[in-house]
DNA sequence: GGCCGGATCAGGGGATACCCCGATGGTCCG
DNA sequence: CGGACCATCGGGGTATCCCCTGATCCGGCC
């Protein structure tokens, strides 16, 4: 295919914008140019293009608001493929950015052949980070289930304590533990001690969400 | 640098394993191969390789089943990095591969110098995807939100209410919520009842569990 | 003014949750 | 065999949860 890749520069710099467009030369299509989040919106809607170029601290709400009020107004079918264009490399930044729906973050350092590269490659909805920063959202993303420190406590959990836990933590009541498990109210109440004491926990409101955060429901 | 990257070959199939070795070449050090679960643990713990290309449909509970039980034998600093290399380009392949710890996941129709340089990069730490396959994770990363469906429920609560909920799905006792907001424990009282009855919950349980799958926590 | 919804509070009561004490069996182990 | 750990129960108590009815005050709306 012939058709060069439709693209938009938002960054509040209009010295990095201009060098931005000469480094992508005529690899490229710049359609359009915006310093702010209004007119990266409004220039979107204008300019449709395929990929929006977004600085992440940009003022009046930084790239994350850009991608949140186009996500509104368009359908996420047809709207441009974002990719953050940052100084930063903090997690928070990257993190933040890819949850309002950024298809790849590469740092400001990137050469000019490499930034092409990566356009071509978002437009095509591949994903393209910097490579120290793939750690970060993958991190995030499979970190979120966090097995290291939970078996700790949780080895020290009987097999029966385990499962009282596991249906108080779900939120049964003490009497329909009792019966799903064919033993006494007072059976499970002490089991809830023992699970108690050894999570270090004082309630099963705690309980619930300590399961809760490791995934455990 | 001039070390190439040791990699251990996880697949069922002989054959498809001898064919992965051939097209590596030596552009990456194989030191070894593994047809299950348990010799893909045993293999990584004896030739710590810097990548595993790891099959996602492996008797004995997946590649995923690989990677948790080496999560909990080597710390994660020194583990090795994994690619997943499957015929299945299924969103929930994909999604569960990522969350159990796969820096990468391309598919089998990947070409031979395409294939080495996805290790290069996994093993450098860049996250690699098929094209296709990039947009699954970043739309199941950035859709953990979820949104959409709360507020129909949520936005009938009024903002006291709110306040309440978020309390009493934290743990808090009605008493404390009480402190918390200077109020007395009959007014929690009230708000709970008009929270559990908008939101069609019949316990501080289940308010808990609600709330902790919509993140509002 | 009358109506309605929200926020505030009260009394009372049944059901739970959590804790204290103690007790009985069973297994495993030195 | 005695000690440990576990699973199983009980009595009794206090605090908490959840619901019921009913009340006052305020602000918006027709």
Same mark, same amino acid.
């Given at each position: ?25 005529? !690899? ?11 007119? !990266? ?11 929006? =170029? ?53 740092? +400001? ?8 590269? !990566? ?20 991190? !995030? ?33 003490? +009497?329909?533990?009792?019966?799903? =498990?064919?033993?006494?109210? +007072? ?10 004491? +050894? ?16 995934? =455990?429901?």
């Amino acid at each position: 295919m012939n058709n060069r890749v439709r693209v938009l520069i938002v960054d509040d710099h209009a010295m990095f914008r201009s060098g931005v467009r000469s480094e992508l030369g005529t !690899a490229v299509d710049v359609v359009g140019e915006a310093a702010d989040v209004d007119q !990266a919106v409004a220039a979107v809607i204008e300019h449709r293009p395929d990929v929006v =170029l977004l600085d992440v601290h940009l003022p009046g709400g930084g790239g994350a608001e850009v991608m949140r009020r186009l996500s509104t107004r368009l359908g996420s079918a047809d709207g441009p493929r974002f990719l953050a264009l940052s100084v930063s490399d903090a997690a928070e930044d990257v993190i933040g950015t890819i949850r309002a729906g950024a298809r790849g973050y590469v740092t +400001k350092t990137i050469t000019g052949p490499e930034l092409v590269d !990566a356009i071509r490659r978002v437009s095509e909805g591949d994903a393209v980070f910097s490579p120290r920063l793939a750690g970060f959202v993958l991190d !995030a993303f499979a970190g979120s289930i966090e097995i290291s420190a939970v078996d700790e406590d949780l080895d020290r959990l009987t097999e029966r304590e385990r499962e009282v836990m596991r249906l108080i933590a779900r939120g049964y009541a003490y +009497k329909e533990v009792a019966r799903e =498990l064919f033993i006494s109210i +007072k059976t499970v109440e002490t089991h809830m001690s023992s699970v108690l004491r +050894k999570l270090q926990l004082s309630s099963r409101h705690e309980l619930t969400r300590w399961a809760s955060d490791r995934r =455990l429901l």
